[in-house]
């Protein structure tokens, strides 16, 4: 393995990223960086950004991205991040993912290995619904509109990185599907 790994995990809501980033945590000893849990975070905390951030992810819609792209810039540049990270929820724009190349090109980083988790609409909209963690924005409209920005917004991500994103079947065990990471990994 390379001397850092830099880890994006991508793929629409309720593909399961947040569970699978928090088993690739233990096996790499790198931490997580989930720009939803970090904005749920500043909701909570009541700081200038929750205040600004709430309505926007009740709704379903996206965060400004020049929000999150410094959310991510100072996180990265904590020493945890050495030995590498696992992005969750961001890149969630083609913006963001110019950023992000940026910021690792000037924090001297590796480059990012992309994984998309692949998961069909109907289990995902099962999946949330089902899931019950509270969540103000896990309701039959959010999780709607939060499906359209996906693929309005998100999917161009593919794009961006299509000549190194490894696709991985998004069904199965927890335990198969992070086997199949972490064999696309390498
Ligand atoms: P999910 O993948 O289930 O939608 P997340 O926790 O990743 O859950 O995101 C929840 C909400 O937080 C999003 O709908 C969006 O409003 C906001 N958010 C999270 N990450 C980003 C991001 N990278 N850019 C813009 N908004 C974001």
Redesign the pocket.
């Known amino acids: 393995m390379s001397r850092q790994l830099n880890l994006i995990l991508t793929?629409?809501?309720?593909?399961g990223?947040?569970t699978q980033a928090k088993r690739l945590v233990e096996k790499y000893g790198i931490p997580q960086i989930?720009?939803?849990?970090?904005?749920?975070e500043a909701v909570k905390s009541g700081s200038e950004i929750g205040l600004r951030?709430k309505a926007?992810?009740d709704?379903?819609?996206?965060?400004?991205?020049e929000?999150?792209i410094e959310i991510?810039r100072q996180r990265l540049a904590r020493p945890d991040c050495k030995p590498g990270c696992v992005l969750?929820?961001?890149?969630?724009?083609k913006n963001?993912a110019v950023a992000l190349d940026g910021i690792l090109k000037e924090q001297g980083r590796e480059p990012a290995r992309v994984i998309a988790l692949v998961v069909a609409d109907d289990e995902l909209r099962r999946r949330?619904l089902a899931r019950g963690e509270g969540?103000a924005?896990?309701n039959e409209e959010?999780v709607k509109k939060?499906l359209e920005?996906?693929k309005r917004d998100t999917e161009p991500v593919l794009a961006h990185y299509a000549k190194s994103v490894a696709k991985i079947d998004g069904v199965g065990s927890l335990d198969d599907i992070t086997a199949r990471i972490t064999k696309a990994v390498g």
């Open positions: 793929g629409p809501p309720g593909s990223k947040g989930s720009t939803g849990d970090i904005l749920r951030a926007i992810m709704s379903g819609e996206l965060v400004p991205d929000v999150v991510v969750d929820g961001f890149p969630r724009t963001q949330i969540r924005d896990d959010s939060r920005v996906y």
